[in-house]
C-alpha cells in the first residue's frame, strides 16, 4: 500500500501494481531529463493544467525508480498503464504535490 505520508503514490503498470516515490536521487535524475527546464517550471506547468505528456512520462519515471523500478523511459512506451493517461497525469501531480508539501498537523 502506498503510504501518502511518505509522499508514494500507487500506479499498476502492465497488471503490476508499484508504489512511485519522489526521492533525493529520483528529483535529481528528473532534473536532468529536464535538461534546460526546472523543476519549478514544472510544478507551475501542473498548477496551471499546462503540462506536457513529457512532464507526466518524466514524473512517472522518476517516480517509479525512487520507488525502486529499475526500467527506463523506453520501457513505458508500450506499456499498460491502467486508467490509462489521465491516472498517469493523475499520479504525476500526486507525486509533485505529495513531494514538496509539508504534511497536516492533527490538531
Not at 500507487?10 to 531529463?33: F, I, M, Q
Not at 529499475?70 to 498517469?88: C, F, K, Q, Y
Not at 504535490?97 to 490538531?107: D, G, Y
Request: proline share 3%; aromatic share 4%.
Amino acid at each position: 500500500m502506498a503510504n501518502p505520508w511518505a509522499g508514494e503514490v500507487a500506479l499498476v503498470v502492465d497488471g503490476k501494481r508499484h508504489v512511485l516515490k519522489l526521492t533525493l536521487g529520483a528529483l535529481a535524475e528528473l532534473e536532468a531529463t529536464l535538461l534546460a527546464d526546472t523543476l519549478v517550471g514544472m510544478i507551475e506547468r501542473f498548477e496551471a493544467g499546462r503540462f506536457s505528456t513529457r512532464d507526466v512520462l518524466a514524473l512517472v519515471v522518476a517516480g517509479l525508480r525512487g520507488g525502486g523500478w529499475r526500467g527506463a523511459a523506453a520501457d513505458l512506451l508500450s506499456a499498460e498503464i491502467e486508467g490509462g493517461p489521465v491516472e498517469a497525469a493523475r499520479v504525476a501531480g500526486q507525486l509533485l504535490a505529495r513531494a514538496f508539501a509539508l504534511p497536516e498537523r492533527a490538531e
